[in-house]
T-cell receptor, first 112, second 118 residues
Framework: AQSVTQPDIHITVSEGASLELRCNYS??????LFWYVQSPGQGLQLLLK??????LVQGIKGFEAEFKRSQSSFNLRKPSVHWSDAAEYFC??????????FGTGTRLQVFP | GAGVSQSPSNKVTEKGKDVELRCDPI?????LYWYRQRLGQGLEFLIY????????KSGLPSDRFSAERTGESVSTLTIQRTQQEDSAVYLC????????????????FGEGSRLTVL
Protein backbone atom coordinates (compact mmCIF):
# COMPACT_ATOMS: atom_id res chain seq x y z
CA ALA A 1 0.00 0.00 0.00
CA GLN A 2 1.10 3.55 -0.62
CA SER A 3 2.34 5.16 2.58
CA VAL A 4 4.62 7.59 4.32
CA THR A 5 6.53 6.25 7.31
CA GLN A 6 8.22 8.15 10.08
CA PRO A 7 9.76 5.38 12.17
CA ASP A 8 10.64 7.56 15.15
CA ILE A 9 7.67 8.64 17.20
CA HIS A 10 9.71 10.57 19.74
CA ILE A 11 13.31 11.83 19.66
CA THR A 12 15.22 13.60 22.41
CA VAL A 13 18.44 15.49 21.77
CA SER A 14 20.60 17.93 23.65
CA GLU A 15 20.78 21.51 22.51
CA GLY A 16 23.66 21.92 20.07
CA ALA A 17 23.60 18.30 19.00
CA SER A 18 22.94 17.25 15.42
CA LEU A 19 19.56 15.91 14.37
CA GLU A 20 18.24 13.54 11.75
CA LEU A 21 14.55 12.69 11.40
CA ARG A 22 13.72 9.78 9.15
CA CYS A 23 11.06 9.60 6.47
CA ASN A 24 10.39 6.79 4.01
CA TYR A 25 7.72 6.53 1.36
CA SER A 26 6.37 3.74 -0.75
CA UNK A 27 5.20 5.00 -4.12
CA UNK A 28 6.09 3.80 -7.58
CA UNK A 29 7.26 7.13 -8.93
CA UNK A 30 9.12 9.88 -7.15
CA UNK A 31 6.54 12.02 -5.42
CA UNK A 32 6.86 15.60 -4.34
CA LEU A 33 8.30 15.59 -0.82
CA PHE A 34 7.84 17.97 2.08
CA TRP A 35 8.63 18.54 5.71
CA TYR A 36 6.27 20.52 7.93
CA VAL A 37 6.75 21.62 11.52
CA GLN A 38 4.08 22.15 14.15
CA SER A 39 5.33 24.11 17.12
CA PRO A 40 3.43 24.04 20.43
CA GLY A 41 0.36 26.23 20.19
CA GLN A 42 1.09 27.16 16.60
CA GLY A 43 -0.07 26.12 13.19
CA LEU A 44 1.73 23.97 10.67
CA GLN A 45 4.55 25.57 8.74
CA LEU A 46 6.42 24.37 5.67
CA LEU A 47 10.11 23.77 6.36
CA LEU A 48 11.23 22.66 2.92
CA LYS A 49 10.18 20.81 -0.21
CA UNK A 50 11.63 18.71 -3.01
CA UNK A 51 10.17 18.59 -6.50
CA UNK A 52 13.15 17.69 -8.70
CA UNK A 53 16.78 18.56 -9.33
CA UNK A 54 19.36 18.83 -6.57
CA UNK A 55 18.60 16.10 -4.06
CA LEU A 56 19.81 18.17 -1.11
CA VAL A 57 17.36 20.91 -0.33
CA GLN A 58 17.70 23.75 2.11
CA GLY A 59 14.84 25.02 4.18
CA ILE A 60 14.05 27.57 6.81
CA LYS A 61 15.49 27.63 10.33
CA GLY A 62 18.71 25.93 9.23
CA PHE A 63 17.08 22.65 8.23
CA GLU A 64 17.98 20.59 5.19
CA ALA A 65 16.75 17.32 3.73
CA GLU A 66 18.22 14.84 1.31
CA PHE A 67 16.20 12.83 -1.17
CA LYS A 68 17.62 9.35 -1.77
CA ARG A 69 15.78 7.57 -4.53
CA SER A 70 17.46 4.23 -3.90
CA GLN A 71 16.24 4.24 -0.32
CA SER A 72 12.90 5.97 -0.93
CA SER A 73 13.86 8.33 1.84
CA PHE A 74 13.72 12.04 2.55
CA ASN A 75 15.42 12.53 5.90
CA LEU A 76 15.46 15.89 7.64
CA ARG A 77 18.67 17.12 9.21
CA LYS A 78 20.02 19.98 11.23
CA PRO A 79 23.66 20.26 12.32
CA SER A 80 22.99 22.01 15.62
CA VAL A 81 19.61 21.94 17.32
CA HIS A 82 18.24 24.90 19.25
CA TRP A 83 15.78 24.68 22.12
CA SER A 84 13.19 26.44 19.94
CA ASP A 85 13.26 23.51 17.51
CA ALA A 86 11.24 21.42 19.96
CA ALA A 87 8.09 20.61 17.98
CA GLU A 88 6.27 17.96 16.01
CA TYR A 89 7.70 17.28 12.56
CA PHE A 90 5.68 15.81 9.73
CA CYS A 91 6.96 14.37 6.49
CA UNK A 92 4.48 14.57 3.62
CA UNK A 93 4.27 13.49 0.00
CA UNK A 94 2.19 14.29 -3.05
CA UNK A 95 2.22 11.17 -5.20
CA UNK A 96 1.92 12.18 -8.86
CA UNK A 97 -0.90 14.74 -8.92
CA UNK A 98 -2.85 13.31 -6.01
CA UNK A 99 -3.55 14.69 -2.57
CA UNK A 100 -1.01 15.41 0.14
CA UNK A 101 -0.39 12.55 2.53
CA PHE A 102 1.26 13.04 5.92
CA GLY A 103 3.37 10.70 7.97
CA THR A 104 2.43 10.09 11.59
CA GLY A 105 4.91 12.66 12.87
CA THR A 106 8.01 12.73 15.06
CA ARG A 107 7.98 14.64 18.30
CA LEU A 108 11.29 16.34 19.00
CA GLN A 109 12.30 17.19 22.54
CA VAL A 110 15.38 19.33 23.19
CA PHE A 111 17.24 19.30 26.50
CA PRO A 112 19.39 22.27 27.54
CA GLY B 1 -7.59 37.70 3.44
CA ALA B 2 -3.92 36.83 3.26
CA GLY B 3 -4.18 33.42 4.88
CA VAL B 4 -6.52 30.53 5.43
CA SER B 5 -9.28 31.50 7.80
CA GLN B 6 -11.26 29.05 9.91
CA SER B 7 -14.24 29.57 12.13
CA PRO B 8 -15.15 29.07 14.84
CA SER B 9 -11.77 28.82 16.52
CA ASN B 10 -13.36 26.97 19.41
CA LYS B 11 -16.61 25.06 19.61
CA VAL B 12 -18.05 23.24 22.60
CA THR B 13 -21.12 21.18 21.92
CA GLU B 14 -23.20 18.48 23.50
CA LYS B 15 -23.17 14.92 22.31
CA GLY B 16 -25.75 14.40 19.58
CA LYS B 17 -25.74 17.96 18.28
CA ASP B 18 -24.71 18.91 14.76
CA VAL B 19 -21.78 21.27 14.13
CA GLU B 20 -20.56 23.20 11.12
CA LEU B 21 -16.97 24.30 10.66
CA ARG B 22 -16.04 26.84 8.05
CA CYS B 23 -12.91 27.39 6.01
CA ASP B 24 -11.99 30.33 3.79
CA PRO B 25 -8.97 29.35 1.68
CA ILE B 26 -6.41 31.67 0.19
CA UNK B 27 -7.85 33.35 -2.88
CA UNK B 28 -6.89 31.54 -6.06
CA UNK B 29 -6.01 28.27 -4.37
CA UNK B 30 -7.73 25.46 -6.20
CA UNK B 31 -7.09 22.71 -3.68
CA LEU B 32 -8.63 22.54 -0.22
CA TYR B 33 -8.08 19.90 2.42
CA TRP B 34 -9.65 19.03 5.75
CA TYR B 35 -7.63 17.18 8.36
CA ARG B 36 -8.40 16.09 11.88
CA GLN B 37 -5.83 16.12 14.65
CA ARG B 38 -6.68 14.48 17.93
CA LEU B 39 -4.77 15.52 21.01
CA GLY B 40 -1.13 14.43 20.76
CA GLN B 41 -1.64 12.67 17.47
CA GLY B 42 -0.87 13.19 13.79
CA LEU B 43 -2.87 14.60 10.93
CA GLU B 44 -5.75 12.42 9.79
CA PHE B 45 -6.86 13.16 6.24
CA LEU B 46 -10.60 13.70 5.89
CA ILE B 47 -11.47 15.14 2.50
CA TYR B 48 -9.84 16.87 -0.45
CA UNK B 49 -11.34 19.25 -3.01
CA UNK B 50 -9.53 20.07 -6.25
CA UNK B 51 -11.16 22.61 -8.50
CA UNK B 52 -14.36 21.32 -10.03
CA UNK B 53 -13.39 17.67 -9.75
CA UNK B 54 -15.32 15.28 -7.55
CA UNK B 55 -13.95 15.51 -4.01
CA UNK B 56 -11.87 12.72 -2.53
CA LYS B 57 -13.92 11.68 0.49
CA SER B 58 -11.90 8.60 1.29
CA GLY B 59 -10.84 9.89 4.70
CA LEU B 60 -14.24 10.68 6.16
CA PRO B 61 -14.61 8.39 9.20
CA SER B 62 -18.36 7.87 8.99
CA ASP B 63 -21.49 9.06 7.21
CA ARG B 64 -21.97 11.59 10.01
CA PHE B 65 -19.22 13.61 8.37
CA SER B 66 -19.75 15.60 5.18
CA ALA B 67 -18.19 18.59 3.49
CA GLU B 68 -19.07 20.97 0.74
CA ARG B 69 -17.17 23.55 -1.20
CA THR B 70 -18.61 26.37 -3.26
CA GLY B 71 -16.57 26.61 -6.44
CA GLU B 72 -13.00 27.34 -5.44
CA SER B 73 -13.87 29.26 -2.32
CA VAL B 74 -15.46 28.57 1.04
CA SER B 75 -15.80 25.07 2.42
CA THR B 76 -17.99 23.79 5.24
CA LEU B 77 -17.35 20.60 7.19
CA THR B 78 -20.47 19.27 8.89
CA ILE B 79 -20.52 16.71 11.66
CA GLN B 80 -23.94 15.33 12.50
CA ARG B 81 -24.93 13.76 15.81
CA THR B 82 -21.53 14.50 17.33
CA GLN B 83 -19.84 11.94 19.52
CA GLN B 84 -17.14 12.42 22.15
CA GLU B 85 -14.58 10.78 19.88
CA ASP B 86 -15.14 13.62 17.41
CA SER B 87 -13.35 15.97 19.82
CA ALA B 88 -10.27 17.22 18.00
CA VAL B 89 -8.78 20.15 16.15
CA TYR B 90 -10.07 20.31 12.60
CA LEU B 91 -7.53 21.84 10.26
CA CYS B 92 -8.20 23.29 6.86
CA UNK B 93 -5.49 23.92 4.30
CA UNK B 94 -5.33 25.18 0.74
CA UNK B 95 -2.76 25.02 -2.02
CA UNK B 96 -2.28 26.26 -5.55
CA UNK B 97 -1.71 24.42 -8.77
CA UNK B 98 1.58 24.04 -10.62
CA UNK B 99 1.72 25.46 -14.13
CA UNK B 100 2.02 21.92 -15.45
CA UNK B 101 -0.93 20.66 -13.44
CA UNK B 102 -1.18 19.02 -10.06
CA UNK B 103 -0.85 20.58 -6.68
CA UNK B 104 2.29 22.28 -5.46
CA UNK B 105 1.63 20.38 -2.28
CA UNK B 106 2.72 23.44 -0.36
CA UNK B 107 -0.21 23.65 1.96
CA UNK B 108 -1.10 26.76 3.84
CA PHE B 109 -2.92 25.89 7.03
CA GLY B 110 -5.52 27.71 9.01
CA GLU B 111 -5.33 27.97 12.78
CA GLY B 112 -7.86 25.19 13.14
CA SER B 113 -11.21 24.78 14.82
CA ARG B 114 -11.03 23.07 18.19
CA LEU B 115 -14.12 20.96 18.75
CA THR B 116 -15.02 19.64 22.18
CA VAL B 117 -17.96 17.30 22.49
CA LEU B 118 -19.25 16.93 26.03
Amino acid sequence: AQSVTQPDIHITVSEGASLELRCNYSYGATPYLFWYVQSPGQGLQLLLKYFSGDTLVQGIKGFEAEFKRSQSSFNLRKPSVHWSDAAEYFCAVVPATDKLIFGTGTRLQVFP
Amino acid sequence: GAGVSQSPSNKVTEKGKDVELRCDPISGHTALYWYRQRLGQGLEFLIYFQGNSAPDKSGLPSDRFSAERTGESVSTLTIQRTQQEDSAVYLCASSSRLSGGGNTGELFFGEGSRLTVL
